[in-house]
T-cell receptor
Framework: GNSVTQMEGPVTLSEEAFLTINCTYT??????LFWYVQYPGEGLQLLLK?????DKGSNKGFEATYRKETTSFHLEKGSVQVSDSAVYFC?????????????FGTGTRLQVFP | DGGITQSPKYLFRKEGQNVTLSCEQN?????MYWYRQDPGQGLRLIYY???????QKGDIAEGYSVSREKKESFPLTVTSAQKNPTAFYLC???????????FGPGTRLTVT
């Protein structure tokens, strides 16, 4: 079945450091891929998405490229801020009417220190 | 502003009582979802509904019930049959298959 695997956290960085959070997936067909962010005590917010191979999603300085050859969708940011501290979830949707469920990874906690 | 509202933000109940969590959306989305999140863990799907008057069980539906009488509303009842009801509950909606989901702020339920 479809699945998403994320690197375990927490990821601890100093402000202005480079961030990578790895995400790989297993899916049949051509899934859409998403990154969500959850700030403490809140719901999830869509951060970025990509719907086909080689698409790059970007938002708020974060980027992720849909790599079909490596089945990956790694999240990157060139210079993190303390305000980026949150839990990041990678997710996929296989669409095509089979189900409109999203399959989520387990989340990666990012802690950024000044 | 369009969005999803969940109320209340914090809810406390005694063991053995049923409790209903509210979820309302004004995004005109057809599909709605309920997830459970436990500390340090990911999301697990409880129930989802693709259209009014229809819903399907997710991965952990036992001890929960839902209704979808209106497009805007998808309330979740946590029954006394749910063995470990204390958790953070998230409601979401989407326009349909394969599209991103938009989440509410969540309700933290504590049962003692």
């Amino acid at each position: 079945g479809n699945s998403v695997t994320q690197m375990e956290g927490p990821v601890t960085l100093s402000e202005e450091a480079f961030l990578t959070i790895n995400c790989t997936y297993t899916a049949t067909g051509y899934p859409s891929l998403f990154w969500y962010v959850q700030y403490p005590g809140e719901g999830l917010q869509l951060l970025l998405k990509a719907t086909k191979a080689d698409d790059k999603g970007s938002n708020k300085g974060f980027e992720a490229t849909y790599r079909k050859e490596t089945t990956s969708f790694h999240l990157e940011k060139g210079s993190v801020q303390v305000s980026d501290s949150a839990v990041y979830f990678c997710a996929l949707s296989d669409g095509w009417g089979s189900t409109d469920k999203l399959i989520f990874g387990t989340g990666t906690r990012l802690q950024v220190f000044p | 502003d369009g969005g999803i509202t969940q109320s209340p933000k914090y809810l406390f109940r005694k063991e053995g009582q049923n409790v209903t969590l509210s979820c309302e959306q004004n995004l005109n989305h057809d599909a709605m979802y309920w997830y459970r999140q436990d500390p340090g863990q990911g999301l697990r799907l409880i129930y989802y509904s693709q259209i009014v008057n229809d819903f399907q069980k997710g991965d952990i539906a036992e001890g929960y019930s839902v209704s979808r009488e209106k497009k805007e509303s998808f309330p979740l009842t946590v029954t006394s049959a749910q063995k470990n009801p204390t958790a953070f509950y998230l409601c979401a909606s989407s326009i349909g298959d394969g599209y991103e989901q938009y989440f509410g702020p969540g309700t933290r339920l504590t049962v003692t």
